[in-house]
């Protein structure tokens, strides 16, 4: 006999880290001015501080599991003596003997030896909510969610699945101050939901990124799981080999992620990656597709907003710690099938000519179709049908060649219907080759990608079908 179903949200506990902050924990913004005055001493200083806090609820087998409440912080200080920045970071609470540690470990890693002058600090000046204090996660946000998730599951069809999952809503405050002046506030939501239903030994997944959680229509989630179980009655064998794939939304926001990684334009302009071109530069103005596709980010958005500066703990070859505070404007990445841009630092930008184009934390990719996944499957001969994809590892990064797996989402598309479940693969693709081989474009869509979900949430990708995907192992 089944356990009811019926979820609601316990009350919120608190945390460990909860009782070492109250009640004398100093706000961020106190604590981001004093690491300015610290480092008084050295050239420049940026301070970030990030508080985070976070309500979820977990499920399985129908029956609420856990639930509860958490709030972290991190934070970050960027000392700068002459050409030299040193990057110090914390996470936890932080009283003022460990934040005159941390100032000091940043000021003692910006001893380097670096030949380049360092770029200048973003200067600015106070924005109005910079006094505000943090976010706060609204636990009510869950109880709304729980209910309509109890719902979903009281709605199960026949034969009965079972459903299991993930369920998060969480609000992040950052603050940035610097000795160039400013200082600066910004809050970003995020919720998300990963749903897993089994049946007979069969299961099948579907993640959504949403800016509220209680918002999802988790019925219609449960419908389209619903329905992938409904395809697995039937078992086909598959072997290695080149195959038409249909890739559904969420398994081509994993590979798009993995391009937008490794759109440095430093690494580019040394030759190395996928993005090179023979015999020096950048591939900046080379076709990389045969379809109109669009690779574009926008911190405003509709429904993927996302800061609308830089804010960055780390220097890396896509990112500066000195560019923090950069504004960022819409960016087209690819447009129409070409290359357009790459991801650049102040100091890269420089070296190439090119203007900066900071990376920004939304990625959309549009092509110009409006047919729905469902539509695709139905103008099929025969095709794989991948909904999910996960551990993608690096083979070749000349390249961008990756290997990864397909899980809980693997199936065989035969006269316009989905007519087996496959066992799950293992192929090995490169995604900027793979655009290359995109023969139709779906309407792109808001989607959780399965590998890179815990990091990037507010994505949105159509679903696409590319001739030639390999197949290069089967599970037994």
Not at 45 to 71: F, K, M, P, Q, Y
Not at 215 to 226: E, I, K, P
Not at 363 to 388: C, F, P, Q, W, Y
Request: some cysteine; overall charge negative.
């Amino acid at each position: 006999m089944r356990t009811a179903p019926a979820m609601r949200a316990a009350p919120a506990t608190r945390t460990a880290l909860d009782e070492q902050r109250a009640p004398a924990a100093r706000s961020p913004q106190e604590l981001a001015l004093t690491a300015l005055r610290l480092a008084a001493d050295c050239d420049d200083c940026v301070a970030i501080a990030e508080d985070s806090s976070t309500v979820h609820v977990r499920w399985a087998a129908d029956s609420l599991t856990t639930n509860g409440a958490a709030r972290s912080r991190r934070f970050t200080v960027v000392c700068v003596r002459g050409p030299s920045a040193g990057v110090a970071s914390h996470s936890g609470a932080l009283d003022d003997s460990s934040l005159e540690d941390l100032v000091a470990r940043a000021k003692q890693a910006a001893r380097g030896d670096c030949a380049e002058p360092a770029e200048s600090l973003i200067t600015g000046s106070a924005a109005e909510d910079w006094a505000l204090p943090p976010a706060e996660s609204d636990a009510g946000v869950l109880a709304r969610f729980a209910a309509k998730a109890g719902a979903a599951i009281e709605r199960a069809g026949s034969p009965r699945s079972s459903l299991s999952g993930y369920a998060e809503q969480q609000v992040s405050t950052t603050y940035l101050a610097s000795s160039s002046g400013l200082l600066l506030r910004h809050e970003q939501p995020r919720g998300l939901l990963d749903l897993v239903a089994t049946r007979a030994g069969a299961s099948a997944w579907r993640g959504v990124g949403t800016a509220c959680v209680a918002d999802l229509d988790v019925g219609s989630l449960r419908a389209q799981l619903d329905q992938q179980l409904g395809w697995t009655s039937r078992r086909a064998e598959l072997w290695p080999g080149k195959y038409e794939v249909l890739l559904a939304p969420a398994a081509v926001a994993d590979l798009m992620l993995q391009l937008y990684q490794a759109a440095g334009a430093g690494e580019a302009a040394g030759g190395q990656g996928p993005f090179s071109r023979s015999g020096g530069g950048a591939l900046l103005g080379q076709r990389l597709s045969p379809a109109a596709l669009t690779l574009r980010s926008d911190p405003a958005e509709p429904g993927l907003e996302c800061a609308p500066v830089l804010l960055t703990r780390a220097s890396t070859d896509r990112t500066s710690v000195l560019d923090n505070g950069l504004p960022l404007r819409p960016t087209s990445w690819i447009t129409d099938g070409v290359l357009t841009a790459l991801v650049q630092t102040r100091r890269t930008a420089r070296l190439t000519g090119q203007h900066p184009s900071a990376e920004i934390a939304n990625l959309v990719l549009e092509g110009g179709g409006d047919a729905a996944l469902a539509e695709l499957i139905a103008r099929t001969e025969r095709a794989l049908l991948v909904t999910s994809v996960w551990y993608l590892r690096d083979v070749d990064p000349q390249r961008l060649l990756v290997t990864g797996l397909t899980r809980d989402g693997g199936y065989l598309v035969e006269h316009g219907e989905v007519v087996a479940r496959l066992p799950d693969f293992r192929f090995n693709e490169s995604p900027v080759e793979l655009l290359g081989r995109v023969s139709e474009v779906g309407r792109s869509e808001p989607t959780l990608p399965r590998e890179w979900g815990e990091h990037v949430t507010r994505v949105a990708m159509p679903a696409l079908r590319v001739r030639d995907f390999d197949v290069s192992a089967v599970s037994r």
